[in-house]
């Protein structure tokens, strides 16, 4: 099965064709105002052209009201959306219906009971990912560069499709894809030189460290 890989938080063209040339299928853009990686719809717009035709532009929000979402979809015409919130499963439908678009849901896990808040948004949410839970006193409910205990995923339905995201880094997505069998991976701090500055040496090392550890699990 391949495997689906989001960079996220991106914000400068060469960020972008990094990612692309590493055979990204997801490209990802923040807009939180509070995170280090926000950029304007209008600068997504124009970092999204490079990825047309090559992989998804995922637009990535956190409870997010309509007329920021309009802003968002009509000013870079995403691919995707991720809620990275507080959304329920009503929201979730209302957005995908507004939109039209396929509806990412993120969820924040540090046990594995963290998991059971996926079921009422199953035959919803078209995606779900999984990151780690914030520290105490964090603005940002994603990017903190903090792994979470993945063989708690074991627990889930073979079923349900998922990126893993949280702390993910040329040094442990090995041991990450060797504990859990998620359908994609999303990784932003990871390949970063400084909180939200994007390093292309990291972002090439971190594809290398993908494709070992994929030819090591077929091994």
């Not at 309009?70 to 809620?83: E, H, T």
């Not at 993910?168 to 939200?196: F, K, M, T």
């Amino acid at each position: 099965m391949s495997l689906d890989i989001k960079i996220c938080g991106l914000k400068t063209e060469a960020a972008v064709a990094a990612a692309l040339a590493g055979g990204a299928s997801h490209v990802g853009f923040i807009f939180f105002a509070r995170s280090p990686r926000y950029v304007e719809p209008s600068e997504a717009a124009q970092l999204r052209k490079l990825a047309t035709g090559k992989a998804k532009a995922v637009a990535v929000s956190v409870d997010a009201e309509d007329a920021f979402l309009d802003a968002i979809v009509s000013g870079m015409a995403p691919d995707m959306l991720q809620l990275h919130g507080k959304e329920t499963p009503v929201r979730v439908a209302e957005v995908k219906k507004r939109y039209g678009l396929p509806v990412i849901k993120a969820f924040s896990v540090r046990v594995a009971t963290d998991l059971d808040a996926i079921a009422p948004f199953i035959g919803i949410a078209d995606g779900f990912l999984f990151d780690a839970k914030p520290p105490a006193g964090s603005e940002l409910p994603g990017g903190n560069g903090l792994p979470f205990d993945w063989t708690v995923l074991s627990r889930l339905d073979p079923a349900v499709g998922y990126f893993l995201s949280g702390g993910l880094n040329a040094g442990n997505i090995g041991e990450a894809l060797r504990l859990a069998s998620p359908a994609g991976i999303d990784v932003s701090s990871g390949v970063e030189s400084a909180p939200g500055v994007k390093d292309v040496g990291l972002i090439e090392g971190f594809f290398r460290a993908v494709c070992q550890a994929q030819s090591d699990r077929a091994a």
